[in-house]
């Protein structure tokens, strides 16, 4: 493995180079948190929401057993039922993108993909929230350090500065 992913559980990394798919092996932490939101009323309300009924945990339960076993025994066995279980999950969840039948799929970009925005648009970004944050940080990096500090007192004095607010 040249690259390690972020989220990849990381023990026993010698063994994970031998084993087919194992970037999806997670660190134990991610699965008891879909764990505890699987079960946690929010969860619910969230799968009844989308499917509309509760949803069966087993496999979050499972996972998660598995995974304290892999980081535990480096047992390989373990790692590959979590990644069958994995595969499973991420076919399901993209069995929408793969059967929609409604909008053409592109093989390439369009050939204009990068022409230049229109005027009207040009204008309205220029006066965007964004660009005033941009402005504002790049004001902020060419600043000297007395600027700086006039800049810091200004905003100490205006946070302690007592003001009537209303609840």
């Excluded at 969230?46 to 995974?67: M, P, R, T, V």
């Excluded at 047992?75 to 993108?97: M, N, W, Y």
């Excluded at 007395?146 to 946070?159: F, M, T």
Aim: aromatic letters at 8%; charged letters at 35%.
């Amino acid at each position: 493995m040249e690259e390690v992913p972020a989220t990849l559980n990381k023990s026993h990394i010698e063994k994970l180079e031998s084993i087919p798919d194992a970037w999806m092996l997670r660190e134990c932490d991610t699965y008891k948190s879909e764990m505890k939101f699987c079960h946690s009323v929010r969860g619910r309300f969230h799968q009844f929401y989308i499917h509309g009924k509760a949803l069966d945990c087993a496999q979050w339960e499972e996972n998660f057993s598995d995974c304290k076993i892999w980081t535990r025994d480096a047992d390989v066995d373990a790692a590959k039922r979590i990644i069958d279980r994995e595969k499973v999950r991420i076919k399901e969840r993209l069995q929408g993108h793969y059967s929609n039948d409604i909008w053409e799929k592109r093989s390439s970009a369009p050939e204009d993909w990068n022409k230049p925005l229109p005027d009207w648009l040009t204008a309205k970004k220029d006066s965007s929230h964004l660009q005033a944050y941009q402005d504002e940080k790049i004001e902020e990096e060419t600043r000297t350090s007395s600027e700086q500090k006039l800049k810091d007192i200004q905003a100490s004095l205006v946070n302690s500065y007592p003001s009537c607010s209303i609840l």
